[in-house]
């Protein structure tokens, strides 16, 4: 069981880490997950509502399911976006918190 006084000393793959980093990364990793799991829940809502709005439509004469069909495209469009600009920042090699310092981590191996 490792100890709760250092826990960056425990791991020797992230040994040059403060415990402040790895804490603040383990925050953004908890973060990113709830992302997801609110992004797969966006998807749900958007297909079940398009092919509502799109079966009304081919019913109705009204322009409201075709301007409510391209709002709700242009919101799944903008959380697309920025869970694409979540993973670019994961997928630096420094992490998030060394993204959200503006910190670029040398790619030593």
């Known amino acids: 069981m490792a100890s709760s006084s250092s826990s960056s000393s425990t791991f020797s793959w992230c040994s040059d880490i403060s415990d402040a980093a790895l804490l603040d990364d383990h925050a953004w990793l908890h973060g990113g997950m709830l992302a997801n799991i609110s992004y ?32 709700m495209s242009l919101v799944f469009a903008l959380c697309t976006l920025s869970m694409g600009a979540q993973a670019l920042m994961a997928d630096d090699r420094g992490g998030y918190s060394a993204s959200q310092k503006g910190y670029q981590a040398p790619l030593g191996g």
């Open 40 to 71: 797969g829940i966006n998807i749900a809502l958007f297909v079940l509502t398009f092919t509502v709005l799109h079966a009304r439509s081919s019913c109705e004469r009204s322009r409201q399911p075709t301007l409510l069909q391209g709002y």
